[in-house]
């Protein structure tokens, strides 16, 4: 097969993270009898430095071309770096925000496991992590909060600012689809968290959630509040199978959820549109303190490109090789500084990629 992918670098680690997720493609591609094209673009604050904008039109018309894209991480230091200096639209993460509403990515699939062999540093007590947990948070992109009409006035001598929750049902429904499709393939339980308690988004999000649930009788559905979702997280993580959410809220508890495994560096993350496409790269941000120092962790961005593997391509065989190679390094006792634990051998960046690489088998 030919795969034509897309790579943004991106800013801090960024770059160093997709080297080590390229070696890993074009090993299993070697093995496997694949042909790879890669295409590199700008965006984020490596797009300001030369273009003066965090996203050219170029840039969404490559990535556009392309089978599915492969992202780092942009962005910086939000009180050094310059690039906080322009107004919001030209900043690094309006590239990020820019490029998912262009391709239409609405739905972000962004999994929290616990790995067994890096239970310890999962931060909750031995009795609560106990038997695992490997949850999957579905988070609606391109609509809500971070999309809607936006404004900053001054009224009376006060100075004002507005942002707009806006969701319209379909917008609602083609998530909540994804969403019972990718429920069907796990446990077979949605948890769907709004706030409808108060807000009206969110009484149209439960609303149209359950007329989407009545076309999964085999899935089971729970609407859960948003603040009560945050708690649960850390006190009975193994509840979960696959949350459903809006923008926002998505953004905050996928964090807080892959804090709770304890290896944010670990987790990959998938933002689909309705067709084969998507945009693949790791949960967690580009790292600026210590990117250029091979210490980053390579692997969310190398499980990232797995799952390209798996839901863009449907090379579900090449994609479980690359996790198996993972586990097995992992196995092995290799570690990156930030899951690092007694007894176990430290590695950098470069070495954790060719480790990885190296132990990819046909099974
Ligand atoms: C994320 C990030 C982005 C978001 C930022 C960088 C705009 O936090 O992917 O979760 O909020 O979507
Ligand atoms: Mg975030």
Redesign the pocket.
């Known amino acids: 097969m030919h795969l034509n992918i897309v790579c943004i670098p991106g800013d801090g680690i960024g770059p160093e993270i997709v080297t080590q997720a390229k070696a890993v493609l074009d090993r299993a591609a070697a093995l496997y009898g694949h042909e790879i094209t890669y295409k590199d673009i700008l965006m984020g604050g490596a797009s300001i430095d030369v273009h003066g904008v965090p996203l050219t039109q170029e840039a969404i018309a490559d990535a556009k071309a392309a089978d599915a894209v492969l992202m780092g991480s942009i962005?910086g230091d939000t009180t050094r770096s310059p690039w906080y200096k322009l107004p919001p639209e030209k900043r690094p993460?309006a590239g990020?925000?820019g490029i998912r509403k262009a391709l239409n990515l609405f739905a972000n699939l962004r999994p929290a496991i616990l790995y067994e062999e890096l239970a310890d540093a999962c931060p909750l007590r031995g009795e609560v992590r106990r038997g695992g947990f490997d949850m999957m948070i579905m988070r609606e992109l391109t609509g809500g909060l971070?999309f809607g009409e936006r404004k900053s006035y001054q009224e009376n001598g006060l100075r004002h600012a507005v942002d707009t929750l806006i969701y319209n049902e379909a917008e609602i429904r083609r998530i909540a689809v994804k969403g019972f499709e990718i429920a069907r393939k796990r446990k077979k339980k949605v948890t769907s968290v709004d706030k409808a308690n108060v807000l009206d988004s969110s009484r149209l999000w439960r609303a149209v959630v359950e007329e989407v649930a009545a076309d999964y009788p085999d899935v089971t559905l729970e609407h859960m509040l948003v603040d009560n979702c945050a708690m649960q997280l850390v006190k009975d993580p193994a509840q979960f199978d696959v949350i459903l959410t809006e923008n926002m809220f998505g953004?905050i508890l996928?964090d807080e959820a892959s804090m709770v495994t304890g290896s944010i560096g670990m987790l990959a993350s998938a933002s689909l549109n309705d067709t084969k496409f998507g945009l693949y790269e790791p949960s967690h941000g580009s790292a600026p303190d210590i990117a250029g120092q091979d210490i980053a962790n390579p692997i969310a961005t190398i499980l990232s490109a797995s799952m390209m593997l798996r839901y863009s391509f449907d090379l579900d065989a090449e994609a479980d090789a690359i996790d198996r190679a993972v586990k097995e390094v992992l196995k092995e006792g290799w570690r990156t500084a930030d899951i690092m634990s007694p007894g176990c051998r430290q590695t950098g960046c470069r070495e954790m990629g060719r480790l990885i690489a190296e132990h990819i088998t046909q099974k």
């Open positions: 962005g993460e990020l925000l971070y953004d996928s």
